[in-house]
């Protein structure tokens, strides 16, 4: 699929033309300063892509619960994270890109750090950029050092025209 770019995406190319060690940090600096928040828990950006974009979270105190766990809050925001990124490597700069609906089921107690995986069909991407508006289930699977799932998301993400008529 031939992937039109925007200002996200373009940020995500010149990262990538980065030696492999330094990727990650960049696109994690960068991403950061488009969503402030992110630095907050300490974030990281693995993977980048239009189809698929990886995010991870170290158990460290200050992402904590009251049993030394990854917090249930941290836990949604790196699904809402991976899944919102992958959106808005697609979302053309002409729209705006909405969290619509978000719900987490929490199945079983984290262990250790965190993984989230959020990927697109190529079928939702081309709507992005042919409807004026519209929204979109984002898949994203959320894992911990057993390779196990705790918590099982769902992520509604919407588009809409920047400027209303």
């Not at 033309?17 to 828990?41: H, I, K, N, Q, Y």
């Not at 909405?98 to 750090?113: E, F, I, N, P, T």
Request: aromatic content about 6%; overall charge positive.
């Amino acid at each position: 699929m031939d992937y039109k770019k925007n200002s996200m995406s373009r940020i995500a190319d010149k990262a990538a033309r980065l030696p492999e060690g330094l990727r990650s940090f960049v696109l994690t600096r960068l991403f950061g300063r488009l969503v402030p928040f992110l630095g907050t828990a300490g974030l990281c950006f693995e993977a980048v892509g239009h189809e698929r974009l990886t995010v991870s979270l170290q158990n460290r105190r200050k992402v904590q619960n009251h049993i030394k766990g990854v917090h249930a809050a941290a836990m949604a925001l790196l699904a809402e994270t991976a899944s919102g990124f992958v959106v808005g490597m697609n979302v053309p700069d002409s729209k705006l890109m909405l969290l619509k609906s978000m719900h987490v089921d929490y199945l079983k107690r984290a262990q250790g750090s965190m993984k989230a995986t959020a990927t697109l069909t190529p079928h939702q991407i081309s709507r992005m950029h042919e409807e004026d508006k519209g929204d979109v289930a984002v898949e994203v699977v959320v894992t911990d050092e057993s390779g196990e799932s705790p918590i099982r998301c769902e992520m509604i993400w919407a588009w809409v025209p920047k400027k209303r008529d």
